[in-house]
Every structure is written in structure tokens, then in C-alpha cells.
């Protein structure tokens, strides 16, 4: 080989050659190893083996990339071997190592790890003789056995209703023997599995398990290379916009045992709560265990901390008796291990500055860090945490803005049970509160089910013994998730806490029945498709469906959004339409409505019919004896609006889609229509062919109504400024901005600007007062933007209508996007969906374009945008840089708009 490169880092006690800035080229796990050794934390020694490298697998293969790593490998190997002083393949004391895999950001779950690897008949009775401890020896044959098995000789099931081979074998055996947990197995039970184990492999994929321990190293090397590109790990990234291209490391490390007997042990803990955010140690471990036994859910894991443990046995409804007994805490089992951990846990958040996700390993009262991490959390804890380390003075405002992802305040916006409803619930079971929320929604026990159901307008609840990644995509679009087995750091618990959805973990009283689709509690049971209800905050589990409700907003919460606003220079408005919605966008800190639809407001009630009348009228002089009926009702619509909004600008747009929108298209709907209005259903029938358009998009709509009806416009604005005049009077401060949707040409803006002024001035002499209002327009069609200029000199303000600027400029309508969309997506057509995140290059350059022009034309002219894309990040930040002064988006989405903003700021 040529090659140069190197492939190969090492660390340990000394010599250590990574360190954390090197996660491009490591993986998190490897380069948060090689730190931990800098900052001289206990670490079994290893190397890591570089992402570069799996790159050159992807490309090249196996074979290609052993001949390239052999001479490095292999001295990365003597190191180790020198640091432990034992020997890899050596029968009497042989060296074993793990192989893990490490991508740059954490995948839970995405690759396997394999442990004890270097066993073999021989080794393993070295092993024994070395330890004194023949079970721990075969214990650790057999888990090699199966992993390498598994992971390496593909042994691991595809379908979803079959087991693990191994662990069906180890069932079997447990039942035979008439035993529940797998520490209750002998010697001679753990040489039987082995022996099992490799027949079981033999018979399945016609090879004998390899009993070369280089042969199981490259074999597992390349497992973890390959697993990079295996399905689960693809549906993660694609979740998680994680690019294919960048790799896995494969971390190769000395063995550490938990399970050496009950001096050893093996857990998991976080140096803050990672769901709520509390500035609180804890974690869960296994006494006499190795590596996933705490995530895997097959024994209960013990709490940490003696705090830890007490909360749990509260919510475990376990007596302090029975919890002392039988499941003290590593607090109080092991006090000298707890404070190593304790400080080790400090020492390695003070010096990350975040919260810290750490596994560890006790062998026989000696403690080593196997991993440490930036810990996941919900949405809630992400925002406490930033701004409890804030007020610590461990970070400072900006970091603690930057440490909050916008897309996860969607958490803190979550349902909670509404007080009224939970009273009369019935709780029928109680788990972990694994991520929290509230939920409620029908049964399905399948994640492929929980796609279907959900696709079909269902709500569903995806009850499991317990998940896996296969259940990804299920897990997803689930309102919350119930599993019978695992603990509070199980599959379910992180992935559920990463999507930000309400998760019940571990409710062993809940037997699920796969087959008959079933969910068994004691002596009832609740069929697929019936109703179950999850509080994911406290672990309760209630019968049928309870109503929810939004949830309120906590001290850090504001706190956040207050430091938004300090840094935030591009404002964040609401499209609202009614007071309802103003006064949610005023409470999320909204500074003004950037949309309110009028027409929205005609759907309601009573008033379809006045609006009908109108539509159906022959002449103006019908359509003005409608519009007289709707304008008192526009007029108390905007009286609403304008009170709740009280001193932030309002902008209003004058009618827009087309007149069909507003009549029944079906028989049945025309004749209840015919009935209301007192004419024949053959006119009405006549009149909605009449409204018929081939591109109702690019049709009758918009101005282009104003234009033939200049009479709606006129009525809209007497109605505004009658409003606006109205709630001046009740002593409120109202900003009012009228605006002219899909202008092309500037003189559409000019003739309906004259309507506008001209009602506006005959209601100012009716009332003998004036009040001061803004002329703008939509800029969201192409030509629009083309002509900025002209429009500008006329036009107080713009405000772009993204959606239809997307679809003009693109050619293509949402609604039938869907049908190739995805697939363009796929083929990389385009980077992102168009309609969700603002297509940058294209759509955007007319954005910035009529910005230019707005503002050499008139330097003052307000600017905004009032589409989809308001309230998605990566959007926030391109109009932020765009020079716009706001962006406009549904309620809910204002505080994650008001902090992508702030960010943008930060990012200059
Ligand atoms: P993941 O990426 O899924 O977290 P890891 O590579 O961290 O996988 O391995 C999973 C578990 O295997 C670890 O949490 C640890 O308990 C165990 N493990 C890994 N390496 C070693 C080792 N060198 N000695 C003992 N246990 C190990
Ligand atoms: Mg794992
Ligand atoms: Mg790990």
C-alpha cells in the first residue's frame, strides 16, 4: 500500500494520540475516549480505527482495507497488549477485546457492539483458570458467541415477530431448568449454550463460528463497517439528516468485566435528569452484568443514587424495606465506587460544559469509563439545562441560546391531560416516565401497523414488549409508546426523548401478546384498536381516551425566549386569523399578526350564507346588498383581533382564493344551498360551472377579484378601518396594515389602492377622525418580484407569500406535488422539500432580489414573509440574512421562530 494515511489512534494511560476535536475523524465515541484519557480517567486502553477507513470499506471492500490496516492495526494491538499485560490469542491469559462502532454523531442502537471477542474452547479455560471463576468465563463465551453470531454471521432475525435464535435457545434452556434470570445459570448451563450456540450457527449458515481470534477481529472490523449502511442505521439518518457519506469509526478496546461476581457491575448515568432537565446525578446498573443488560430490560436495573433509588421506588410502588433489601442503591452498595463515579461524572461535565451521558464498568471494586457523551433530552430538559448552566456561569447567554435546537421547543408545547378529564381516568397500569407528554390514541402492537393506521387519519398508541430500531419508523408518527419491559435508558426511553414523544417504559404488569394481538393487565385485556391513554411524565397508564390539552410554559422556558429577544433582531409576527390565535401568538411573544386571512373568517356559521349571496348575485347591485350583510360581522372580526393585539401592527389581506371555494360542488350540497338562498338548484348548479377553473391556482383569485369586484375590497376596507376606529376608541393602540394579495403588475396595486383610500376617506368624514394605516402588498408571484421596484415606489410595506412564490416559481402546485415529490427528493433533485424549507438557491434569489429592489426604491419599506416557511429554522436564518424585518408563522411555531432568529443573529 501507498497509502500514507493514518488510519489508526491509540489511547490509554499514556501515549493517548486523539482527542475530542477529532470527532470528524474518530466518531464521538472514539474521540471522547482518547479525552477521557487526557484528562486521566480510568479507561480500558485501545484505538480507534479512522471514519477514513470506512469510507475506503465502502469503496474497496474487505479485503482491499485488511491489507491497509494490517501494519497499523497490529502495533495499535502491541500497545494494548503491552498497557494490559496480556497477550491477543494467548490461551492461558488471553488479552480480550470490545469492537464498537462510533459514528460522528451518536446513532443509539444503529451498530453493534461485540464484547469478549479473542475466546475460544481454549481460551475460555485459560480465562477461567486466570480469574479463578469458571462461570464468569463461560458467561463470557457464550455472550461472545451470540453477539458475534448475531452481528458478524447475520444471525439476527428479520421479521419482527421472531426472536433473537440465541436468546430462543436461552428460553428454552431457562424453562428446562425452571429458572427466570439468566444469572441463575450454572457452569455446565453456560457450556451447554455454547455448544448450542454453535450448532445452532453450523445448522443455519452451514460454517463453523471462527476460532481465530484475528480472523474474529477483521471479521468484526468490517461487520461494524458494513453495519453503517444496514437498513436501521439508514432510517436513523435519514430522521436525522445525518449524511451517508460520513462514516463509522471502529473503536477496538481492552475488556473490562461486569461480571465478575458482586464486587462488578455494569450501568449507565446522566449528570443532569435528561428528562426534565434537574441538575441531578443518576443512573441505573446491574450488579454481576456486561455490557446492554441495563438498556436490554432483562433484569430490573438499580438505581445510582440513593435519592435516584427512593424516587424510583415510589413510582415502582416498592417498599423502603423491599428497595434497601433488594435494590439498593450503587450509593449505598458500593459508597467508594459512587464517589469515584461522582467526581469522574463532575469532573467530565465541568469540562464539556454539557450534560453528560456516561457508561462504566465496575470489575472487582475497580471502576472504568467506558463512554461519555453530550447526553439526549427532551425538548424541556434541553431548555433547563441551558439556562440552569447559563445562571451557573458555566456558559454564557449565547451558548446557552445556541445549546436549544428550535425544532425540540415543540416539546415544551406538548399536551398535557386536561384536569377536568383526568379525574374519572382509570389508570391500569404504571411504567417509567420515560419521555413525557400525555397521549392518548388505539392500540397496535406493530410499527408497520402504526404507519398504516396513522396514514389512515388514526391516532395510535404502538404498545411493544419492548422496541427496537426496527421500529423506527412506527415509533415516529405513534402519539406516544408503552413497552413492558426496559428501564428509563431502554431503546424506547432515548429514541422516544430524542423525537421529542410521549413514552411509558418498562410496565411490567403489561403483557403483550403479539399474536393475538392482545394486551394483557392481570385478569383484562385490551384489544388492537382500543383506546389506552399515556402520561409520559409520570409512567401512569389509563383505560380509554382522555381529552388533552396545551401545556403551560415554565420559568427557563421564558427565561430562554427573553434572551431570544435580547440577540433576535429579525421580529418573529403570527398568521392568525382569530382573537383566539392572536392571544396564544401574543403569549408566545409574537409582535404583530403578519396574516390574518378574512376569508377564514367567512366559513363560520351564518355568515357562508351572506358570502353565497353575494357570489350568486347577478349584478353589483345584489353583490352590494350581500356585502352590506357581511360587513358588520367583518367589522366585529377585526374589532376582535384588533383588542387583543393591542399595540403590535396587524396585517390584513383583502379576500383571496377563488369564489368556488365558497360553494358546495355535489348535488346534495347544492340543494341545501338552492333551499337557503330561494332559487332553483339548476341556477345554482349553472353558477358553480360558471366558477369551474382548469388552474384555479392561476386563476380568478387574489386581486384579480378586487379588480372585477371592487366592491369586496371596498366593503373589506370600510370594515378595517370602521374596526380600527372602533377599538382606538376603547383607548388601545391599533397598527393596521392593509394588504393586496398576488400583485403582478404595479398598477393591480395602484387600482385597488385607490379603493382602499377612497373608502377609508369617506369613513374618516363619516366620523369626522382619521387613523393612521399602511398599504402594502403580497410580493408571491414571479413577476411581482421582477417588478419590485415600480411596486415599491407605491407599496408601504411587502410581505412574501412563499407558498405561491414557491409554487410559481417552480412550476408545480402543492397539492399535487406528493406525487413525484418524494421521489425527486430521493434522486436528490432538490435538497429539501421546497414547500417546508425555502428553496434557497432558486425561490430565494427572488427574495432577495425584490428586497434589493423595495429598498433602493424606498429605504424604509417594511419587509416580511408570511408562508410555510415563517416557522421552519433553516428558513428563519436565510430571511434573517436576507435583510427582512420579520417573518410571519402559525402560533405554535413563534417561539421556534423567535429563537432560530436569535441564532441567526449569533451566527452573523
Ligand atoms: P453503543 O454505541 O450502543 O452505546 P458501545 O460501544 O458503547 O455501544 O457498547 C455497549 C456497551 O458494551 C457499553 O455500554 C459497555 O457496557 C459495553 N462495553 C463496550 N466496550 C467495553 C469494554 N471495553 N469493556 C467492557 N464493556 C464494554
Ligand atoms: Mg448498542
Ligand atoms: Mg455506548
Redesign the pocket.
Known amino acids: 500500500m501507498s497509502d500514507s494515511t493514518k488510519y489508526v489512534y491509540r489511547f490509554g494511560p499514556t501515549g493517548t494520540e486523539g482527542a475530542a476535536g477529532m470527532k470528524n475523524l474518530l466518531g464521538g465515541?472514539g474521540a471522547n475516549l482518547a479525552e477521557m484519557c487526557r484528562l486521566g480517567i480510568s479507561v480500558?486502553s485501545?484505538f480507534t480505527i479512522s471514519t477514513e477507513a470506512c469510507t475506503v470499506f465502502t469503496e474497496k471492500g474487505k479485503a482491499h482495507v485488511m491489507a491497509m490496516l494490517d501494519t497499523e492495526v497490529r502495533q495499535g494491538l502491541a500497545y494494548v497488549e503491552q498497557q494490559m499485560g496480556k497477550r491477543f490469542g494467548n490461551a492461558d491469559d488471553p488479552l480480550l477485546l470490545?469492537v464498537?462502532?462510533?459514528a460522528r454523531a451518536?446513532m443509539?442502537?444503529m451498530?453493534d457492539?461485540i464484547?469478549n471477542l479473542g475466546l475460544n474452547d481454549e481460551a475460555v479455560a485459560g480465562l477461567a483458570r486466570k480469574a479463578g471463576n469458571e462461570r464468569f468465563a463461560w458467561d463470557s463465551y457464550r455472550r461472545f458467541v451470540q453477539m458475534y453470531g448475531d452481528v458478524v454471521m447475520g444471525l439476527k432475525p428479520v421479521s419482527k415477530e421472531e426472536h433473537d435464535p440465541f436468546e430462543v435457545v436461552i428460553d428454552m434452556l431457562k424453562e428446562k431448568k425452571g429458572v427466570q434470570l439468566d444469572t441463575e445459570l450454572d457452569t455446565a448451563d453456560l457450556k451447554e449454550l455454547v455448544a448450542r450456540f454453535k450448532a445452532l450457527i453450523r445448522a443455519r449458515i452451514g460454517r463453523d463460528f471462527p476460532t481465530d481470534p484475528w480472523e474474529q477481529l477483521w471479521g468484526a472490523v468490517a461487520a461494524v463497517f458494513e453495519s453503517w449502511n444496514n437498513d436501521r442505521a439508514q432510517v436513523y439518518r435519514e430522521l436525522n439528516d445525518i449524511p451517508q457519506s460520513w462514516g463509522t469509526a471502529v473503536?477496538v478496546?481492552?475488556?473490562?468485566?461486569?461480571n465478575l461476581g458482586n464486587s462488578s457491575a455494569?450501568g449507565?448515568a446522566f449528570s443532569r435528569d435528561a428528562g426534565t432537565g434537574e441538575d441531578l446525578f443518576n443512573g441505573e446498573f446491574l450488579v454481576n452484568a456486561?455490557?446492554?443488560d441495563v438498556v436490554a430490560g432483562i433484569r430490573t436495573p438499580q438505581q445510582v443514587t440513593l435519592i435516584g433509588s427512593r424516587r424510583w421506588a415510589e413510582l415502582a410502588m416498592v417498599s423502603e424495606a423491599d428497595r434497601a433489601a433488594n435494590y439498593p442503591s450503587l450509593e449505598e452498595l458500593m459508597p467508594e465506587i459512587y464517589q469515584q463515579l461522582l467526581h469522574a461524572e463532575t469532573a467530565l461535565e465541568n469540562h464539556f460544559k454539557d450534560m453528560q451521558d456516561l457508561?462504566f464498568?465496575i470489575q472487582e471494586g475497580r471502576l472504568?469509563m467506558?463512554?461519555t457523551r453530550n447526553g439526549k433530552r427532551t425538548g424541556a430538559a434541553m431548555v433547563r439545562i441551558a439556562m440552569e448552566m447559563q445562571r451557573q456561569g458555566m456558559i454564557d447567554e449565547k451558548t446557552a441560546l445556541e445549546r436549544v435546537s428550535p425544532e425540540r421547543l415543540n416539546d415544551l408545547l406538548h399536551p398535557i391531560f386536561a384536569p377536568g378529564a383526568i379525574k374519572a381516568a382509570k389508570i391500569i397500569a404504571r411504567g417509567l416516565p420515560a419521555s413525557p407528554g400525555a397521549a392518548t390514541g388505539q392500540i397496535v402492537f406493530h410499527a408497520d401497523d402504526a404507519e398504516q393506521w396513522v396514514h389512515e387519519g388514526k391516532a395510535v398508541i404502538l404498545v411493544r414488549q419492548e422496541t427496537s430500531p426496527e421500529d423506527l419508523r412506527g415509533m415516529s408518527v405513534a402519539k406516544g409508546i408503552l413497552t413492558a419491559r426496559g428501564g428509563m435508558t431502554s431503546h424506547a426511553a432515548v429514541v422516544a426523548r430524542g423525537m421529542g414523544k410521549c413514552c411509558v417504559s418498562g410496565a411490567g404488569a403489561v403483557h403483550v401478546d403479539l399474536k393475538a394481538r392482545v394486551m394483557r393487565v392481570g385478569d383484562q385485556s385490551w384489544a388492537e384498536g382500543d383506546w389506552i391513554s399515556l402520561n409520559g411524565s409520570t409512567g401512569e397508564v389509563y383505560d380509554g381516551q382522555i381529552a388533552t390539552q396545551e401545556a403551560e410554559l415554565s420559568g427557563d422556558f421564558g427565561a430562554l425566549m427573553a434572551l431570544a429577544a435580547k440577540y433576535q433582531r429579525l421580529q418573529v409576527r403570527a398568521n392568525a386569523d382569530t382573537p383566539t390565535d392572536a392571544a396564544v401568538a401574543r403569549r408566545f411573544g409574537a409582535t404583530g399578526i403578519g396574516l390574518c386571512r378574512t376569508e377564514h373568517m367567512f366559513f363560520e356559521g351564518e355568515r357562508i350564507l351572506a358570502v353565497r349571496e353575494m357570489i350568486l348575485a347577478d349584478d353589483e347591485a345584489g353583490r352590494r346588498k350581500a356585502l352590506a350583510k357581511l360587513l358588520p360581522i367583518q367589522r366585529a372580526d377585526f374589532e376582535g383581533l384588533f383588542r387583543v393585539m393591542d399595540g403590535l401592527p396587524v396585517v390584513i389581506r383583502l379576500l383571496d382564493p377563488p369564489l368556488h371555494e365558497f360553494v358546495p360542488h355535489d348535488d346534495a350540497g347544492q340543494a341545501v344551498m338552492a333551499r337557503e338562498m330561494r332559487v332553483s338548484p339548476a341556477k345554482i348548479k349553472m353558477r358553480v360551472e360558471d366558477l369551474h377553473e382548469f388552474n384555479p391556482m392561476l386563476g380568478h383569485r387574489g386581486c384579480r377579484l378586487g379588480i372585477t369586484y371592487p366592491e369586496i375590497t371596498e366593503m373589506q376596507a370600510r370594515a378595517i378601518i370602521e374596526a380600527a376606529l372602533n377599538v382606538r376608541a376603547e383607548g388601545k393602540k391599533v397598527m393596521v396594515e392593509i394588504m393586496v394579495p398576488l400583485v403582478g403588475t404595479v398598477r393591480e396595486f395602484n387600482a385597488q389602492a385607490m379603493v382602499i383610500r377612497k373608502a377609508a376617506d369617506q369613513v374618516f368624514q363619516q366620523r369626522g377622525e382619521t387613523i393612521h394605516y399602511m398599504l402594502g402588498t403580497m410580493i408571491e408571484t414571479p413577476r411581482g418580484a421582477l417588478v419590485a421596484e415600480s411596486i415599491g415606489r407605491q407599496a408601504e410595506f411587502f410581505s412574501f407569500g412563499t407558498n405561491d412564490l414557491t409554487q410559481m416559481t417552480m412550476g408545480f402546485s402543492r397539492d399535487d406535488a406528493g406525487k413525484f415529490l418524494p421521489d425527486y427528493l430521493k434522486q436528490g433533485m432538490y435538497e429539501q422539500d421546497p414547500f417546508r424549507s425555502i428553496d434557497q438557491k432558486g425561490v430565494g434569489l427572488l427574495v432577495q432580489m425584490a428586497v434589493q429592489k423595495g429598498r433602493t426604491v424606498r429605504p424604509e419599506i417594511e419587509i416580511g414573509i408570511c408562508g410555510e416557511h415563517g416557522g421552519d429554522p433553516t428558513s428563519v436564518a436565510f430571511f434573517h440574512r436576507a435583510g427582512l424585518d420579520y417573518v410571519s408563522c402559525s402560533p405554535f411555531r413563534v417561539p421556534i421562530a423567535r429563537l432560530a432568529a436569535a441564532q441567526a443573529a449569533l451566527a452573523g
Not at 478496546?253 to 461486569?258: H, P
Open positions: 465515541k480500558p485501545g470490545s464498537r462502532s462510533g451518536s443509539p442502537g451498530m457492539t464484547l473503536n478496546q481492552a475488556m473490562v468485566f461486569g455494569t449507565v456486561q455490557g446492554e457508561e464498568t472504568w467506558l463512554q
